[in-house]
């Protein structure tokens, strides 16, 4: 059993940066692949970005890419989403999310999440 939590969020302006992180627990980090997805109030969830379990590759949802990007630390059992030039539409709770795949778009590919960090973005 895998458990993930996340941090980093709050209430920013447009145009700042913001650094999530989601720590891991519970199994071997370096098993997952991880991912990052988003929920807005009234939305489905949608997928943001993914990485396979050593890092070495990477996936940002295209319309993302540019401004976000996905890294991950094994020895500190963690992954990042860095945020930049954040919009409004960018606001959502922010889910990490384990897989046993590698890099994944879809939620029901994956096994374990966490329970979310709010970003909201004001204009």
């Known amino acids: 059993q895998v458990t993930l939590v996340e941090s980093g969020g709050g209430l920013v302006q447009a145009g700042d940066s913001l650094r999530l992180s989601c720590v891991a627990s519970?199994?071997?980090?370096?098993?997952?692949?991880m991912g990052w997805f988003r929920q807005a109030p009234g939305k489905e969830r949608e997928f943001v970005a993914s990485?396979?379990?050593?890092?070495?590759?990477?996936y940002v949802e295209p319309a993302l890419e540019g401004r976000f990007t996905i890294s991950r630390d094994n020895g500190k059992n963690s992954v990042y989403l860095q945020m930049n030039s954040l919009k409004p539409e960018d606001t959502a709770v922010y889910y990490c999310?384990?897989?046993?795949?590698?890099?994944?778009?879809?939620?029901?590919?994956?096994?374990?999440w966490g329970q979310g960090t709010q970003v909201t973005v004001s204009s």
């Open positions: 999310a384990a897989n046993d795949l590698g890099i994944a778009t879809q939620v029901t590919a994956y096994d374990y």
């Open positions: 519970g199994g071997t980090f370096s098993d997952y692949g």
């Open positions: 990485i396979r379990r050593h890092g070495d590759s990477t």
